[in-house]
DNA sequence: ATAAAATTTAACTAAAAGGTTAAATGAGGC
DNA sequence: GCCTCATTTAACCTTTTAGTTAAATTTTAT
């Protein structure tokens, strides 16, 4: 079983994984844009753009919005919570009380 | 510039964006292990397994302790308190105030 | 109907990731 | 010194990633 919640969570970070995704997203997280806003700073093509946005897309960052000729973009912040939650698994409280546990039962 | 420490962020979250080494690492996060120990519930090779533990290394999530003949893999929580950072800054409070700034001077 | 603008898709390349098996290293025990 | 155990390194393979340029798509304006 290759659990589908496990690989929305691998998809979220390898998204963030990127300096230029996660500048895109910031300047998304800011306020909605386009793709051609968000190209401009830039030095890479807009097709690299484009292509950094549908990974957004794909980790459900980001959403568009066809209006006309443009794109909008527009930051989805859910699945940042649930890479928050996976962080906090990792990290601190919970951790240590199990570990506890575990060191009760078999130590 | 290709800013360092946001070379070390992308680092933490390309560690975390691996569904296996996200599995190793809760494990190691749970309680120290050695490779042999962290190995054995995946079905992948040692080696493969030795490679993930030096990615996590590199993304400075776990620290390496020699002892004898085997290794102790420990967590290290401050890379993780690094990237909810980076979400938080991607995410909620701060960015609606700096988008209302923005509305205010250019819209 | 054409043209122009915004963006994506196609086709390609180079480098990185994640896996394998086989060989090398390092440490402890006899 | 030699053997064994725990682990890594080397060499290799395949897939994915991040970029490129050129062509296609979609929509609005003339």
Redesign the interface.
């Known amino acids: 079983m290759?659990k589908l919640s496990?690989?929305r969570?691998?998809?979220v970070?390898?998204a963030?994984?990127?300096?230029t995704r996660?500048g895109i997203?910031?300047d998304i997280?800011?306020?909605d844009a386009t793709a051609g806003e968000l190209a401009e700073p830039y030095e890479i093509s807009l097709p690299a753009v484009s292509k950094h946005l549908k990974v957004l897309e794909g980790a459900d960052l980001v959403t568009r919005i066809r209006e006309g000729k443009t794109h909008r973009f527009h930051?989805n912040?859910e699945p940042?919570?649930s890479?928050?939650k996976?962080?906090e698994?990792?990290?601190?409280y919970w951790?240590r009380r199990?570990?506890e546990l575990?060191?009760y039962f078999k130590g």
């Open positions: 290759v496990e690989e969570v691998s998809r970070f390898k963030l994984s990127d300096t996660r997203l910031m997280a800011r306020k930051l912040e940042l919570k890479a928050t996976v962080i698994e990792l990290s601190g951790n199990l570990k575990d060191d």
